[in-house]
């Protein structure tokens, strides 16, 4: 798989390879993480979500991973496809307070 | 199921003139929100709402006035445009606080 060890701006794929996709947030009181996807056009897609009180969770090819102690989450995309080509964005919020805060976003191209 | 709907997708104004986004949203959905996206400052809160008749200041306020008089409806109004504030908006609904937040398909701006 392909990966960034720090948040890059743009991941290049091969298709069927794996993903992973880094966000570090900055607020220590965060309490609940969202990657969402934007399609080119289009409004941002929820993908999946994570509260602090776990470190993995796992949907359909995707997987977050949430670690605290540095502040860092990721997105693991599974057998990357061209359908997934888009721009990803980390969002987090804080306990009572509803507001997300987006990360700069990462965009993923994917090569035949 | 509708969702939320974004009027106008695409518009052209000058400088000085009053301009209204209008968003919708068919779940009953008590918060709703409006961020702006720009390159290289990714998606910025402007305005939310907890439920109707009550707004509070985003990240990015300024320039800025938005309503709620009915749950379903949020509009955003550019009391005087400039031409910073070409960008596109997204309007944006949640349940609730543990819920996901779900994106509109976004209003393409240019104040010339």
């Known amino acids: 798989g392909e990966s960034v060890g720090l948040h890059l701006p743009t991941l290049s794929v091969q298709e069927g390879d794996n993903s992973i996709i880094n966000c570090a947030y900055s607020n220590s009181a965060s309490d609940y993480f969202i990657w969402y996807k934007q399609e080119s056009g289009k409004g941002p897609q929820f993908i999946i979500d994570i509260r602090s009180n776990m470190d993995k969770r796992q949907g359909q090819r995707v997987t977050v991973l949430l670690n605290k102690t540095v502040k860092h989450l990721s997105l693991q995309i599974a057998a990357t496809q061209p359908g997934d080509s888009a721009v990803y964005f980390c969002?987090?919020?804080?306990?009572?307070?509803?507001?997300?805060?987006f990360g700069a976003g990462t965009t993923v191209t994917v090569r035949a | 199921d509708a969702g939320i709907t974004q009027s106008p997708r695409y518009k052209i104004t000058e400088t000085g003139r009053q301009v209204t986004l209008m968003c919708h949203q068919t779940?009953?959905?008590?918060?709703m929100f409006w961020y702006r996206q720009d390159l290289g400052h990714g998606l910025r809160l402007i305005y939310y709402s907890a439920a109707a008749d009550i707004t509070d200041k985003g990240e990015v306020p300024d320039g800025y006035v938005v309503s709620r008089s009915k749950t379903e409806n949020f509009p955003l109004t550019l009391e005087s445009a400039t031409r910073s504030q070409t960008s596109v908006y997204f309007c944006?609904?949640?349940?609730?606080?543990?819920?996901?937040?779900?994106f509109g398909e976004g209003s393409w701006l240019t104040v010339v």
């Open positions: 969002a987090e919020s804080v306990s009572n307070d509803y507001k997300l805060s």
């Open positions: 944006a609904s949640s349940q609730g606080r543990e819920n996901t937040i779900y």
């Open positions: 779940w009953s959905h008590s918060y």
